[in-house]
Each structure stands twice: as C-alpha cells, then as structure tokens.
C-alpha cells in the first residue's frame, strides 16, 4: 500500500492460497485449465490521483480477453455440455455447508487474502415464523429517513446524471468519503442497512472480512425479500434506477476522462462488488451481480465508442498523409490520438474482462435463477455491443450451457437472446460451429421441452436457423410434424417453418418438372375444371403431412390409445394441423380450388403434371380436412367482417361480407353432394365430407328462395350416409349434421320428414333382424342397427319411436315370424339382447360392441322419459317410467363379467346413471318421489370389486403404493372374478416388464388406467351425493347392513394422484361445515321455532305449496342437509328452476341439516 494513499490498492483475489506457491494454474474439477488471478498489488503501474495520491494501476487483470486457446475451448465444453460447468454445477437447494468464520493467512505474510465461506444454497438461514412475519421485513425503497448516495437517487428532484456527476465531483475532493458511500450505497440497495465507514475503504484487502461481518449481522433478521426482487409497487423503479445510475457514472467517468486517468475508482468499485457478488446471501449476491453486469454493459459501449473513434482518426490520418502537402504536426496529433484510444479501449477491456473472470463465470450457474436469467440477458448485450471481442466461441459456448438449465425462465432468456443473434444473418458464419454444437439440443427443447411457451419461442428460433441453410433435414422433418402438436401456440408457431418447406418442396418439384413457365404454357389457361399450378402446391402440402404422420401409422395400437383418451368432442389431429397449414400456406386459403382438386379425376392421367398431382388415398383424407379449415376459416372471416363492432366499416362492406357468406353457402351445398359421391363409399373420407354440412348457413336456402328440392336432396345423400355406414365417426357426423339441419325452423318440416324416414327404415331393420330365431349369428348387422338407434336417440325424442309395435314387412322367405307379438317394440328388443346369455365374454368385440350400443340407446330412452315427466310434472301421467327392468339387465352383465372387463365397466356406469338421473325427482312434487330410489343392493359388491380392480390396475401400472380394502367392505364380492382379474393384470404387468411395450405405450396405458379408475369413481360420487348409493340401512342396534362404500373409496385417496383426489375431494363440499360446534338443548329449540315461523313465511309466498314438505321434513330422511341438495342439483338438475327456487327458500335450515351431515 502506498503510503500517502488514503485508499490501499484493492487485494481481489477470492481464493485463499500459499505465497510460496510458483503455480501459475490449477486444475478445476471439470479438467479445464484455470488461470491464478492476477494480484493487483503485484502490478507496477502508478497513476497519479485527482488529489495527489499516486495510485496502482492493473498492467494485466487475469489475462488479456481471448486468452482462452481452443484446446481449452474444447476441453471445457465436452464435459460442460454433458452437465459440469467448470465442476461447479447448480447447487441442490437442500445442500448447505456450515458457516464458519473468514480464514485468514498468519500475520507473519506480507500479503493477505479472504474468502468468503460457502455460500447456502437459501439466503444463508432457514426464515423463521410465517411468510406475513417475515414480509414486514422487507426492505423498500423511500427516500425518507435516507441519507447518501441512496437518498439522492431515489428522491424526487434528483436525476442520476447530476447525481453522477456531483459524485465524480467528491472523489476528487475525497475519494475516500466518495467511495465510502457508494459502497455503503450499493450495500443499502441489497436491504441492508449496516455500513462501512473509511478505514474499511482504505484497506480494501480486508474487504472479504468487512462484507462477511456484513453478512452476519444481517442474516440474524432473516430477511425474506429485498428490494430487487421485491413485488410492491414502491420498488417497481428500483432495477432500473440503480442499473441506470452506474451505467450513467461509467459514462460520464468515460466523458471526463477520470476513468482512465484515475483507475482507483474502477478497481475499487470491482473489488466491493465483485466481493458481494461471490456472498452467501442472495440480496447480498444478486445486487452486487446486477450492478456489475450493468457496469460491464457500459464499458462494453464505452468500448465501442472507443473503438469507433479510433477508427475515425485513423481514416483522419491516412486522409492527411495522402495528401499534396502533409501537415505532419496534424499526422502526428491524430496518430497520438488513435493510440490514446486504442489505450482506452484497452483499459476498458480490461475492466470487462476482471467483471467476466470474477463475476460471470460463477454466477451464470449460480443457484437462484434470477441471478442465471441476469447473466445470460448480459452476456447477450455484450456480443451485440461488442461482437469483435464477445462473439467467438468461448463465449457462446456459456448461450449452449445454459439451453439445459433446469428452471424455464433461464432457457426461455437464452432462447431469446440466441433469436437476437441468429435473426442478423451477417452473424451466420460466426455461428456455425456453435449451431453444429448445439442444434440437436435446440430441437430436442422444440420438440419435448416441458414448457409450452420455450417450445413456441425454440420453433421461431430453428426457423431462422433454417433459413441460413444449418439444420439438417432430419431436425427439419422433426420440426415439421410439429404441426400435429397437441398445443396450439406450438402448432402456430411451426406455421412460418412449415409454410417455407413447402415452398421449398414446390420449388424443386416445379424445376422437376420443367420450371415455372413451361407448365404455364403446357396448363394452359386455368379454368375451375382444368388443373392448376396451385395444385401442385396442394399436393406438396399433403404429401408433406403424410410424410410427418407416417410415424404416428406405424403405432396404430397407440394411437388407439391416444383417440380414447382424447377429450369427446375435440378437433382430430388432422384437422388440428390442416388448421395450421391454412394460416401458414396461401394455396389453402382457396377453398373453392381445393374442391375442384378433390373433384377432379386424374386416375387416367398421363400428362406429367397430372401424373404428379394424382392423389393416395391417406392425402386425400388430408385435403378433405384442408378443405374443411378453409372453409370453415373463410366463413369466419367473412362473419367477422360483418359484425357490426368492428370500427366503423362501410354499409357496402358489410353488404359485400353479407354477400360473400352467401355465395360460400350455396356453392358449398352445391358441391357437398358431390363430394359424397365420390368419397361417400369410404367411411374415413365420408365423416370428413359430412363435417362440411355443420358450417352450413341453411337459411340460405330460404334467402336465396331455392326450390326445397335442392335441400331435400342434401338431407337424402346424408341419410344415405347414415343407413349405409357403421363406422361410429360416420354416424357421429351425419346425426350431427341432422341435429344442424333441425334448428332451422323454416325447414323444420323438410328434415322432421327425412329424420322420420331413417327412423322407420331402422326400426323396421332392428326387427327384422331379430324376427329371426337364430338373431344371435346376425350380431354384425344388429350391432350396426342399434349403433344407428343409438345416435338418432342423440339427437331427438325417441319416446314414440322406442314403443313402436308395427310388424315389419316380410321380404326374406327364410325369415320367421316372431316368437311373440310382446318383442316388436324397440324397447323391448333392446332388453331381449341385454339379457341373452350367448352375448358373453367369449362371444368376440362385435358382440361387445351391440352391448355397448344397447345400453347407450336405454339410457338415452330413459333421459328423454326423465324430461318427457319433468316438463309435464304439473298435468295428469298416465305411465310413470320404471328403470327396474333395465337396471336388473346391467347387474346380470356384471356379475357375468370380470372386475375390470369393458362391458362390466360400461354397465355399471349406465346403472349408476341411471339411479342418478332419477335422484333429479327427489325434489320435485310428492307423486313422483316413489320414482327415486337407491341402487339395488345386490349392485353393491360388484361394485366395490370394480373400483378394487381398477384401484390395483392403476395402482400397478403407475407404480404406486395402495392400502388394503377391509375385509368386510367387500366381503359379498365375488372372489372368482377378483382373482381372474388379479391374474390378468399380472400378466398384463408382465408383458410390460419384459420390453414388450415401449415407454410412451405404457405412459400412454397408465393414463388410460387412471382415465378409467377416475369415470367410474366420478360416477360412484355422483351417485353418492345423489343419495342412491351408500345410503344403507340400519338395524335395529344402529349397524349397517351393507357395506360402507364412500369409506371405501376414500381409503386410497392421497396416493393416487392429484386427479383422482380431486374426484373424490367433491364428497367433502357438502361436509364444508360439519365441524360447527352444536348449541345448548334450549338455544336449538328457540333457534328452531324462529326458523320454523321464517320458513313457513317465505314458503307461502312460493307458488308451489308442496315444497314445504322438504321444508319441514325429517331430519332423518333428509340426512344429507340443505347443501347436499344443492350439490344434488348441480349434479343431475341443473335447469330446474323450481327446484332452485326451493333451495333458496330453505336456507334458514341450513345450519341444522349442516350438523346433521356432520352426524
């Protein structure tokens, strides 16, 4: 130390070591070689201070930039890339190392040097008391009862550049009083608000101790936020104002030239900072890093400039000495300029490079990611600003590191700031051997990254990768089928990908083909029926996903798997990803070209460009869903324009949007029944034809004042569709399409008609069929029929059509007449195949399926006689519906089947619906409170070995942990089939065990397992706040008699997943209020009086006189309170509004019933 300087010259080596060591490098963990750190007290060069103290000067900090060789490139980044930056990868939160005091060299040694102990993987200690406690602890920004540099910043009338300057303006009066205060400053802005006075500046070796002091004093009140990180709304400025405030005084220290002609300032604010950045205690660490990355970002611009300049002078120069006559005292004024720059600019390099080799290095993977997201948006701020020294390798490398960080935020930066790069294509060639080493990771985060928004941000980054010709045609093809992606803002953004490597597919195929315009000539003039050089487009687009999805082919068990865990009512993948094509490729916007496409026959081409449009048959499905989002898109956009709330749009353009609806509508109906004749024989093409009639405005037709004819013959090739299909998504979409046509009343009558015909044609087949004595061996047909019965029960009331008894037309000679007259109604043909003994398990998926088929058009039957009774509660019912008959079918399908079998799965769910949807009478007028009635008991076992079943499967396949059911709750189940289930699953388990299934098939499994444990646990709920199951009688000591199910399914319910606790968590909204402490005998009985006297009150003002039999009714009966009805209500009666009206007429009882459901 100098000894007329009030400031030593700063010690900031963090690592203790010997004096008499000569090493000049050791070895990290990782192999990589590094550097000992320079010591400043070594260096020889003095500078004389603004108050005439000679100062030291740094000659070297750690090494010139760039020292790193590529020896050393390479060896640290093969064992970086594989997860060990420099040996010190992210630290576990859960590992700490116990603090101990500063070591210190013997006193004996003429140098000395600190370190900091290990930092914790928290803020050093463990918060004491709850988050409110610790929050009052927070450090926030005012300027009030603040003094210093701190005061000065944040309070108003000051701006940072005054404030910079009034503190140059001190350093040289006092640098010691200077300095002090912007170290006291940067430690206030941590939260902390111990200080250090100036014999801590003065000896700046002993920094590491003053800071670790520092430490301790502020972690004894355990802060849990400081202002950097801090969410209330006074410390919203507080980042920038301090970032901003030490870029404004590297500036105007740069502007003065005190920067460089008075290094203390720099080496002092490195020393302090650099020594906070490396502290165990985050406010502490994470300030300190800030403020130097903002430093770093300045001198990075300082540089520049410097750089710039110097360039300038240069030109300067060598435009002087070319002159006629030389001014050789100018030449050399300039030439003593140039290097005056170049020195600054090496000075200022020379900062940066200390701020990166003592900050950087450790806390771009240090443990908190705020602090990883600070050092990558830095890094990326210096390869822009300075690319000549920033932009190699050895920096860029830190951007790969960092692409497999664990927390999103960090690889979400990266992505970000890597976009930055690649987005200015002068950067290409210095970014290939980066793009070489990291692409395959690029595209593994675009295609499995966990986050959504890092997948979306990663695709728009690989497709400017894409443009400079870097990826490989596997990673485009692994993008590319990105557009099956089951998330939207990933299939958007793979549109710009996927639209470029069409056009590169159409380009080559055009050059193919003898280029652009030698087709125009051969093509002629394009005409709607004559091919078109767009179709060529087409063909690439669905050659393309054809391509893509040829992998999800290969797989067609999983994706079975896929479709039945798919959520009903969703978009298919292909019209998913045909919605992606038609934003991304304008050929699809054309609706009425891909039509004509589809239309036109090429199957006897033989000119070239015919022969390479010919289309297979899986890219014909994909045009149909292309044609269906362009048309479907068009629509829309042509509806939008002309919703009034748009601004202010002409009369004439909405009368054009009104206009171009029209015209879309009646050119559609046109070509829909051709469509259907050309790909209505294929089912897989007829659902996609038949999903255009949805988007159908059929009053057009009105409008338009066409002949009903025209939509007459619409509704015959949809019924045609309908009777001559049984594929499930055929008739799933011609009933749709028929549900469409019948909400348009002007032509109500036209498809009550139709509707009628396929009705009568399918009732009249059903028995037919069935008139047969040998029925069982025409299963197929049968199946087909009732599948048919089925979706036309979807769609209208089937009440009239179910208990038709007309005899069917004899037209088959071996067909016999029918056993009994009894059987001819649907109904009860329906009854007759539940109940046949030759449908079992053996009997094969056909037989199945009828089952399956059957059971849906009962229960729809038994919906429609459930309305039909509500909407005409109030007149005279002559015939009540009876479930009995149906309900005893479904137990004996049970019991013939094992626990987990599928027909067993969906009997027991139809019989629980069944008893559910006529709970929804329980509060409705007294004469139809007989139609409510529990389960059947013998149901109960079979059940509870059900959910057993599935419980273990599930439990099985996800390799979880289960308890044990009691014996006595299932003790009436039947042993046989629990144990043949036991064994099946066993042998399911063991299949998987031995590779036979791949990892994503048996994810794909588990799902589906949990899928099916959570429906039919779901239905077993409902049933049970219903009241129709698990309310079990009592004897007369008070026992029950049946088994005790919601006990039962409960048992497990915190160790199989969120999903299925939260299907059960709906058994406990009801008991929300069950732990309300009961009153004294004769407080209740006042209590009750009153509430008594208000309810029959309020109930004589209801037009409904019956309800006050729910009012006062037992206790006992009710046994579920006033808010198990309106979980009841929620359940299985949403729409009645009487019985809401009860509801809320009941409310003052609802503290008793809440005790009683306690009970």
């Not at 002993?206 to 002091?213: E, F, H, M, R």
């Not at 003593?336 to 080799?357: G, H």
């Not at 099956?484 to 050059?511: L, W």
């Not at 280029?515 to 060529?536: F, T, V």
């Amino acid at each position: 130390m100098s000894p007329s300087s009030p400031i030593g010259t700063p010690d900031t080596s963090l690592e203790l070591h010997d004096d008499n060591d000569n090493n000049t490098a050791r070895r990290r963990v990782s192999g990589r070689v590094r550097s000992k750190p320079v010591l400043l007290s070594d260096d020889a060069y003095l500078s004389q201070a603004s108050n005439g103290v000679k100062r030291k000067r740094v000659e070297s900090r750690a090494g010139k930039l760039g020292d790193l060789s590529d020896e050393e490139l390479e060896g640290g980044a093969t064992s970086s890339s594989e997860g060990d930056h420099d040996g010190e990868d992210f630290r576990a939160p859960g590992r700490r190392k116990k603090k101990g005091g500063s070591a210190r060299k013997p006193a004996a040694k003429k140098s000395r040097t600190m370190t900091l102990p290990e930092r914790p993987a928290v803020n050093g200690i463990k918060k004491a008391g709850n988050a409110r406690k610790a929050r009052a602890k927070t450090a926030e920004v005012a300027a009030e009862g603040e003094t210093g540099l701190f005061s000065e910043i944040f309070s108003e009338g000051h701006t940072v550049e005054a404030v910079a300057a009034d503190w140059i303006s001190r350093w040289e009066q006092n640098n010691t009083e200077a300095m002090t205060d912007l170290v006291n400053f940067v430690i206030r802005c941590s939260g902390c608000r111990e200080t250090v006075d100036v014999h801590a500046i003065e000896d700046p070796d002993n920094a590491v101790s003053k800071l670790t002091d520092l430490q301790d004093e502020f972690q004894q009140l355990a802060p849990s936020d400081y202002p950097l990180i801090s969410k209330l709304k006074a410390n919203a400025s507080f980042r920038p104002t301090i970032t901003n405030f030490f870029e404004t005084l590297i500036q105007a220290c740069h502007a003065s030239g005190v920067l460089y002609s008075d290094l203390a300032i720099i080496e002092n604010i490195e020393v302090w900072v650099s020594t906070m950045s490396s502290a165990g205690m985050r406010p502490f660490r994470h300030t300190a890093t800030v403020i130097s990355l903002a430093i770093a970002n300045q001198l990075c611009r300082v540089a520049t400039e410097n750089s710039e300049n110097a360039a300038k002078t240069e030109r300067q120069k060598d435009g002087e000495q070319k002159k006629k006559k030389v001014n050789q005292q100018r030449v050399k004024e300039l030439a003593a300029k140039v290097i005056d720059l170049q020195r600054k600019r090496e000075q200022a390099l020379e900062s940066i490079q200390s701020i990166f080799n003592t900050v950087f290095v450790h806390r771009y993977r240090d443990v908190d990611p705020k602090i990883r997201v600070d050092c990558v948006t830095a890094l990326g701020n210096w390869i822009v600003t300075l690319p000549d020294v920033f932009f190699e390798g050895i920096y860029l490398r830190y951007l790969g590191w960092v692409l497999s960080d664990p927390i999103a935020a960090t690889r979400a930066e990266v992505i970000k700031q890597l976009t930055r790069l690649y987005k200015n294509k002068d950067n290409v060639a210095r970014l290939r051997q980066f793009t070489e080493r990291f692409r395959s990771r690029m595209v593994e985060m675009a295609t499995r990254d966990s986050e959504v928004g890092i997948r979306a941000s990663t695709v728009d980054l690989l497709d400017l990768i894409r443009e400079t010709g870097l990826l490989e045609p596997a990673d485009i093809d692994n993008i590319g089928r990105l557009v099956f992606d089951t998330e939207p803002r990933v299939r958007k953004a793979v549109t710009g990908f996927f639209a470029e490597n069409i056009q590169d597919m159409y380009d080559d195929s055009v050059e193919e083909l003898g280029g652009e315009n030698e087709l125009a000539e051969s093509l002629g003039e394009e005409s709607e029926s004559s091919p078109r050089l767009g179709w060529l487009k087409l063909k690439c687009v669905v050659e393309a996903l054809q391509a893509y999805d040829a992998d999800a082919d290969q797989d067609g068990a999983s994706h079975e798997l896929m479709a039945s865990l798919a959520a009903a009512g969703t978009d298919s993948r292909y019209a998913l990803a045909a919605q992606t094509v038609y934003d991304g490729v304008e050929a699809t916007r054309d609706w009425e070209m891909v039509a004509s496409y589809l239309l036109y026959d090429l199957s006897a081409a033989t000119a070239p460009f015919d022969q390479r449009c010919q289309l297979t048959e899986k890219e014909e499905i994909l045009l149909l869903e292309v044609l269906n989002a362009s048309v479907k898109q068009n629509l829309l956009d042509a509806a939008d324009a002309d919703k009034p709330s748009k601004a202010k749009r002409s009369k004439a353009r909405r009368n054009e949007s009104t206009e171009t609806q029209e015209m879309i509508a009646s050119n559609l109906a046109a070509i829909i029944p051709n469509l259907l004749r050309k790909y209505g024989s294929a089912s897989s093409t007829a659902s996609v034809v038949l999903r255009l009639e949805h988007v159908l405005n059929l009053e057009i037709f009105q409008e338009l004042r066409q002949d009903s004819t025209a939509y007459a013959s619409l509704l015959d090739d949809i019924n045609k569709q309908f009777l001559t299909h049984a594929d499930t998504a055929v008739l799933t979409e011609a009933s749709t399409a028929l549900l469409h046509a019948r909400s348009f009343e002007d032509l109500e009558e036209v498809t009550q008609g139709k509707v009628d015909e396929l009705w009568d044609n399918t009732i009249s087949s059903l028995k037919t069929y069935m008139s047969l004595e040998d029925w069982v061996e025409q299963v197929q047909g049968i199946s087909a029929t009732v599948r048919r019965i089925a979706h036309l029960a979807s769609i209208m009331d089937c009440i009239v059509f179910f208990h038709t008894e007309k005899t069917p037309s004899v037209r088959n000679k071996k067909k016999k007449t029918p056993s009994s007259s009894e059987t001819t109604c649907i109904f009860d043909l329906c009854l007759i195949i539940l109940r046949e003994p030759a449908l079992d398990s053996e009997a094969g998926d056909v037989a199945d399926d009828l089952l399956t088929s059957t059971m849906k058009a009962l229960l729809l039957y038994y919906m429609w006689r459930v309305r039909d009774v509500q909407v005409r509660s109030t007149e005279p019912i002559t015939g009540y519906p009876d479930p009995e008959q149906f309900a005893l079918a479904l137990i004996n399908i049970m019991q013939s089947r094992h626990p987990t079998d599928t027909i067993r799965l969906a009997a027991l769910g139809n019989l629980l619906d069944l008893y559910t949807l006529f709970a929804t009478f329980r509060h409705k007028d007294a004469h139809l409170q007989h139609l409510v009635q529990p389960v059947d008991a013998s149901a109960e076992p079979l059940l509870l070995a059900t959910f057993t079943a599935l419980e273990k499967n599930y439990a099985k396949k996800s390799k979880r942990k289960v308890e044990a059911p009691l014996t006595d709750s299932v003790d009436d189940a039947p042993e046989d089939d629990d144990d043949d289930d036991d064994n099946d699953l066993e042998s399911d388990e063991d299949g998987q065990q031995n590779g036979s299934l791949t990892a994503e098939r048996r994810q794909q499994e588990t799902m589906l397992a949990e899928q099916r444990l959570c429906e039919t646990t779901g239905k077993i709920v409902l049933a049970i706040v219903a009241r129709v199951l698990d309310h079990a009688s009592r004897d007369a000591e008070g026992g029950r008699k049946r088994p005790n199910i919601r006990d039962r399914i409960i048992t497990n319910k915190l160790r199989l997943g969120s999903n299925f606790k939260e299907v059960l968590a709906y058994l406990d909204n009801p008991a929300s209020k069950a732990s309300k402490k009961k009153r004294p005998a004769a407080q209740t009985r006042k209590a009750e009086q009153a509430r008594k006297a208000k309810s029959k009150a309020m109930i004589e003002d209801e037009e409904d006189s019956d309800d006050d039999v729910d009012v006062d009714g037992d206790a006992e009966e009710d046994d579920g309170g006033e808010e198990v009805r309106e979980e009841e209500d929620r359940i299985v009666d949403p729409d009645d509004e009487d019985e809401e009206a009860q509801v809320n007429g009941n409310g003052e009882n609802a503290d008793d019933e809440d005790e009683i459901m306690g009970d």
